[in-house]
């Protein structure tokens, strides 16, 4: 891979900013136990066997408490239900409460349980149920309040941008004292949580803090963190750090630092990217989502590490838009343009090899365009739904437990079209599709796999009342537009 492309640099310092404060702002967990074994805030929480299948669309950034401008939905009762009626398979991010080191030490000998308060994060293991939730360890991001921060957008973190322990020592496994207080606070974890969580996320946007941690040492605390956490839990799994991909020009010089990192090690279970720029390439086809997932593929596949498993732990699309926001938003962001973003984007993910999705996110920010991580929620910051919310829950309703996605066709004579391939209720499969085209004059489509006289077609950006419109077609003889449609038999 190339070095950093210098042309790019101050523009991406730029957008460096609104990816740090993002951070302020997948596969399965596990089922909860019985909640009255949990008696003592430092003893295990309730435990169960692991779940055998993953989800496959979750929500990233879930906003709680003090956290939560929205009075219906600050509390874990009034969110997990809305985040079912979604149909979210799982969630990632639970601010103010992850599994991060900061938050969680108090004082005393990191390898002993008593120097944390693990009380805030049972309650989100216990009440979860058929929620899969995946930690992210260490710490969300520089912005976080342990780290002299705030979540809001105007606030910075008094140290420079790093990976820290709480005595504010920059991670560097090599560094033996330091090494074991990584060891002791793996070990508290893994041990309490190892029947409850299987997926580890090793930090957040490593890739964004530059050289204060640099790709060699990420790497040496992915051997040691891997190397921890399989030693107590043979069956966990180990995510590399979401790699930030605020706009294309970001992910592109980030897969820099991700090429660095696999050149040191390849000792974790699961590739790991971040997507925020339009689903579709420039006039000069360069960028969005389907050039961003070809370009990691070449990178793992230099690497010889194509088997693995890729997430898209944070994708998303902001319903504000007008000339003077700055990216991630557009001109053209809308809520109709976000609630077709959820299908346009799931579907070229999961049609080029990514096995889990989590939109960006459940409650956004802030409603004003001026704020850099504004309208990116299902929700108004207040709580109101916008269409998204809609279209989201019609995703996972129809296309949720898909088995398979495959690509019919990325961008032939402008058409996008993909198979979801479903178990039946008599144990056989089902197809259903996706198709849009990029052209804003329509393009015909001949879904050609489906042999009925007839198929039912949902266009799914809804009304403001959630209401889809649906009609009977030929299959032979369909007219595309650039709003996605769901094909059903």
């Known amino acids: 891979m190339s070095t950093k492309r210098p042309c790019l640099q101050v523009f991406e310092l730029l957008v460096l900013a609104l990816t740090l404060s993002a951070c302020t702002e997948l596969f399965p967990g596990f089922d909860k136990g019985d909640p009255s074994d949990n008696t ?3 003893g295990p929480p309730g435990s169960s066997a692991h779940l055998d299948a993953p989800y496959r669309v979750g929500l990233n950034f879930i906003k709680l408490d003090v956290v939560s401008k929205a009075e219906d939905y600050n509390d874990w ?8 009626t979604l149909g979210a398979g799982g969630i990632r991010q639970i601010v103010p409460h992850d599994l991060g080191w900061h938050k969680l030490y108090l004082d005393g000998p990191f390898d002993d349980p008593d120097s944390y308060d693990f009380s805030a994060f049972d309650t989100i293991i216990d009440e979860s149920e058929d929620l899969h939730i995946i930690p992210t360890l260490f710490q969300l991001g520089p912005k976080a309040p342990e780290l002299g921060g705030s979540w ?16 504010m020592e920059i991670i560097d496994i090599s560094d033996p004292l330091i090494k074991e207080k990584v060891r002791g606070y793996l070990e508290v974890v893994v041990n309490r949580y190892k029947d409850n969580i299987l997926y580890y996320e090793i930090g ?8 204060n941690f640099s790709p060699e040492l990420y790497a040496e605390l992915l051997n040691f963190a891997k190397e921890t956490i399989k030693r107590l839990d043979a069956e966990s799994k180990v995510v590399i750090g979401g790699l930030s991909g605020t706009i294309h020009a970001v992910l592109e010089n980030n897969l820099d630092w991700l090429d660095s990192v696999l050149t040191s090690t390849k000792n974790f279970d699961i590739i790991n990217m971040h997507y925020y720029d339009r689903w579709h390439a420039d006039e000069e086809g360069n960028g969005g989502l389907y050039n961003a997932l070809v370009q990691l593929k070449e990178l793992m596949a230099q690497h010889d590490i194509s088997e693995r498993p890729i997430w898209l732990s944070e994708v998303g699309s902001s319903n504000i838009g007008g000339t ?6 557009y ?7 976000q609630a077709r973003d959820i299908f346009r984007k799931f ?5 080029n090899n990514v096995a889990l999705a989590n939109w960006h996110t459940h409650l956004s920010s802030s409603q004003n365009p001026s704020e850099g991580w504004s309208g990116f929620g299902l929700r108004k910051s207040q709580g109101a739904s916008v269409k998204a919310y809609h279209t989201y829950q019609l995703f996972s309703t129809e296309l949720g437990d898909f088995t398979s996605c495959t690509a019919l066709s990325q961008g032939d004579q402008n058409v996008w079209a993909y198979r979801y391939t479903l178990n039946d209720e008599d144990d056989g499969e089902i197809n259903k599709w996706v198709a849009w085209t990029d052209l804003s004059a329509g393009a015909s489509y001949h879904l050609s796999e489906s042999t009925n006289t007839t198929v039912q077609i949902t266009e799914v950006v809804s009304d403001s009342g959630g209401t889809f419109t649906t009609q009977s077609l030929d299959p032979a003889n369909l007219t595309l537009t650039t709003i996605p449609i769901l094909i059903t038999e």
């Open 77 to 84: 009762q009034e969110v997990y239900a809305d985040l079912r």
């Open 347 to 351: 579907s070229l993910a999961f049609g």
């Open 324 to 329: 003077s926001v700055t990216p991630p938003h």
């Open 40 to 42: 003592d805030q430092n």
């Open 331 to 337: 001109v053209e962001s809308s809520e109709d343009e």
């Open 152 to 167: 809001s957008e105007e606030s910075d973190a008094h140290s420079p941008a790093s990976l820290y322990t709480p005595d």
């Open 204 to 211: 957040n946007e490593i890739d964004v803090y530059g050289q």
